[in-house]
Structure formats: structure tokens, C-alpha cells
Nanobody, 124 residues
Framework: QVQLVESGGGLVQAGGSLRLSCAAS????????VGWFRQAPGKEREFVAA????????DFADSVKGRFTISRDNAKNTVYLQMNSLKPEDTAVYYC?????????????????WGQGTQVTVSS
């Protein structure tokens, strides 16, 4: 089993930046990729970005392309989501999740392990 802990959320003005971290512990070697999802009040959880632990493959939602980047530090077992040019519509709880394979990255059901989430609030 892998444990995932998100951090780095907070309140930021529109146009600002935040970097979220997802620290993994436990049986990390069993998992091939990590994804970020977000859920705003009253809305369904949606895919944001994903990366393989090797860093060789990434995927992004259209709504964040060009603004968000994803990276990983294997030595620290940590995946980062750098969020730039933030908009009020980016406000949500952000979750990281781990999966066994690459593919179906946008499907939350394909990720068996999840963190508790971190709140991101973007003010206008």
C-alpha cells in the first residue's frame, strides 16, 4: 500500500502561482504513475495532470495546458504540480492519486490510491 500526502495549497490572487507537492511513502515501487485531480464545490472530481514515475510521460487537461506543469523527484518520492496564471475557476480541493499503469489517466476510477487533498483558493 502506498500513502500519499498533499501539501502546498492556500489562498492566492488571480494570476498568481502555487506549487503543490504529493509525497509518497510505503510500497511506491508498485505504482507506475501519479495523477492530480481537483474537485470544486458542487462539481465532480476532474482530472488535472499525470506523470509516470520515470517522468517519461505526462498528460494534462486542456483547461490547464500552458499554465500548469508536473514533475517528480524520485529521490524524494514526490510529485509536484506547479500552477501558474491561476484563475478563480481553479479553486478546488486538489488530490493526488497513484496508479499501476499508464493509460486512462483521466479516469479517477483507475487510481486505487488517493491522498486527503489540499485546498486551493484563487481570489479575483
Amino acid at each position: 500500500q502506498v500513502q500519499l500526502v498533499e501539501s502546498g495549497g492556500g489562498l492566492v490572487q488571480a494570476g498568481g502561482s502555487l506549487r503543490l507537492s504529493c509525497a509518497a511513502s510505503g510500497r511506491t515501487s508498485n505504482y507506475y504513475a501519479v495523477g492530480w485531480f481537483r474537485q470544486a464545490p458542487g462539481k465532480e472530481r476532474e482530472f488535472v495532470a499525470a506523470i509516470t514515475w520515470s517522468g517519461g510521460s505526462t498528460d494534462f487537461a486542456d483547461s490547464v495546458k500552458g499554465r500548469f506543469t508536473i514533475s517528480r523527484d524520485n529521490a524524494k518520492n514526490t510529485v509536484y504540480l506547479q500552477m501558474n496564471s491561476l484563475k478563480p475557476e481553479d479553486t478546488a480541493v486538489y488530490y493526488c492519486a497513484a496508479k499501476y499503469y499508464w493509460g486512462q489517466t483521466t479516469l479517477s476510477g483507475s487510481y486505487p490510491a488517493w491522498g486527503q487533498g489540499t485546498q486551493v483558493t484563487v481570489s479575483s
